[in-house]
């Protein structure tokens, strides 16, 4: 009899077990508008069945450990606020169902129009607000998140207009497609401070792997891009502004999107790739603000990021790039600038490593086109390959640099200029820089 009832209360206790254990119970399924609340771990996880909207002046919290999962097309559009703070032990996580890939967020602000596409329910939802959206999360992962819209622009984010506030730190963004800034894309003033946040094996069909910017800026420390890809220009990141280059003109063949074909420098060997044929021309996004686009990288580490065209791990248009203690490596363009590709900007680089880029025409490490103009400080160079000019660096039309206590080593070009090719109008200022073992394949 004892036996039978210790039977009975221990098969009590493991059932009551079972019933308390976290995630165990149903997930919550949620849609439409989000007015202020929070998403505890306890009811995780959270099954988001349709669109969702958090108005401007609520506030979604999502706890530590709550994991959000994403039906096939659905879109979660912030013009509040949503601070989802997960700790190093306790990640929050959003990613797809696996019935089909999910939209991402979308962030906007006041005076910001909506580039992406949004369905019929998401534009019932959406208000006009007057202030801005605010986004601040912290040890949380995006992932899966592909558009149905071959144009899409912006995979995991896209954030639009200037009262938007946008912060991660210790974020892991993977695995997204989208045309443009399969990680994130800013555009019409927006901008963002990014933290040790991880960009991996994100795929843009057109431009910017991981970050697209236009008329916009981003401050990323210790950040890490690594195995993205871009089908044109900037692998893991490209920076566009259109208030200095005007519109793109892109017809369907014959020119490398803005920087066109060859540069007039000489025509391509028969032994480089074709280039593929162009997508359509799109209209170029404008804020006419007066100031250019702004891309600050310090402590970061690029590697292994790859595009079909121009800037294997970064594509400046018209921008501002300002890169310090960063490492650009083995990343690869299938033409010009292997590591890093600039037109018509700015770029500023101290204490760079720039090692072992690929280009398979010019400027195996750095291009600079177009009236660039710019330093490079204390920066090493080692190891990069073009397969025509300039084995490290190429400028091209006008570019005016200044280079400084800089190392170029063991670079090499399958045309001219080893270390460095320099034509066109464009002037280099060298002082203090060591150059040894780089070497030329020109007769």
């Not at 007015?35 to 099954?47: D, F, V």
């Not at 819209?149 to 506030?165: L, N, P, Q, R, Y």
Request: proline share 3%; net charge negative.
């Amino acid at each position: 009899m004892l036996r039978a009832v210790l039977r009975s209360v221990l098969g009590l206790s493991i059932c009551a077990l079972f019933a308390a254990a976290p995630g165990s119970h149903a997930e919550i399924p949620v849609s439409g508008e989000i007015t202020t609340t929070t998403w505890t771990k306890a009811n995780s996880p959270y099954r988001v069945v349709g669109d969702i909207h958090v108005p401007s002046g609520d506030t979604l919290t999502i706890e530590p450990g709550v994991d959000v999962i994403f039906d096939a097309d659905a879109l979660f559009t912030v013009e509040g606020t949503l601070a989802a703070v997960g700790t190093a032990a306790d990640s929050i996580r959003f990613y797809p169902s696996g019935e089909g890939s999910w939209r991402g967020f979308r962030v906007y602000s006041e005076g910001g129009v909506a580039v992406k596409p949004l369905s019929e329910r998401a534009k019932a939802a959406r208000v006009t607000q007057e202030g801005g959206a605010s986004i601040e999360m912290a040890f949380a992962r995006i992932s899966g998140v592909q558009d149905a819209d071959s144009a899409a622009t912006g995979g995991a984010f896209e954030v639009i207009g200037g009262m938007s506030a946008f912060s991660l730190t210790n974020c892991v963004i993977r695995d997204n497609t989208a045309y443009e800034g399969a990680g994130i894309a800013f555009s019409q003033g927006a901008g963002g401070v990014l933290s040790l946040v991880t960009f991996a094996d994100n795929s843009a069909d057109y431009q910017g792997g991981a970050i697209y910017l236009t008329d916009a800026f981003i401050q990323a420390i210790s950040c890490t891009f690594v195995n993205n890809h871009a089908g044109y220009f900037g692998g893991a990141i490209a920076g566009i502004d259109y208030d200095v280059i005007g519109p793109l003109f892109r017809p369907g063949t014959g020119m490398s999107g803005q920087n066109g074909d060859g540069r007039g420098k000489h025509p391509s060997r028969a032994d480089r790739p074709a280039r593929p044929q162009l997508p359509a021309a799109r209209v170029a996004r404008r804020a006419e603000d007066g100031e250019p686009s702004f891309v600050m990288l310090v402590l970061a580490q690029l590697r292994n990021n790859t595009s079909g065209d121009c800037g294997g791990a970064v594509y400046l248009e018209g921008t501002v790039g300002a890169l310090q203690g960063s490492t650009v490596a083995q990343n690869g363009a299938t033409y010009d600038g292997g590591g890093i590709y600039t037109s018509q900007g700015f770029i500023q680089m101290q204490g760079c490593a720039i090692d072992s880029n690929n280009a398979g025409q010019d400027a195996g490490g750095v291009a600079l086109y177009s009236r660039t103009t710019g330093g490079i400080v204390e920066t090493q160079f080692r190891g990069n390959h073009a397969w025509g000019d300039g084995g490290a660096l190429d400028l091209w039309d006008g570019v005016q640099l200044a280079i400084e206590t800089s190392t170029f080593e063991n670079n090499q070009s399958g045309d001219d200029g080893g270390a460095m090719a320099v034509y066109t109008g464009s002037s280099a200022t060298v002082r203090g820089c060591q150059f040894r073992g780089n070497g030329s394949q020109a007769d």
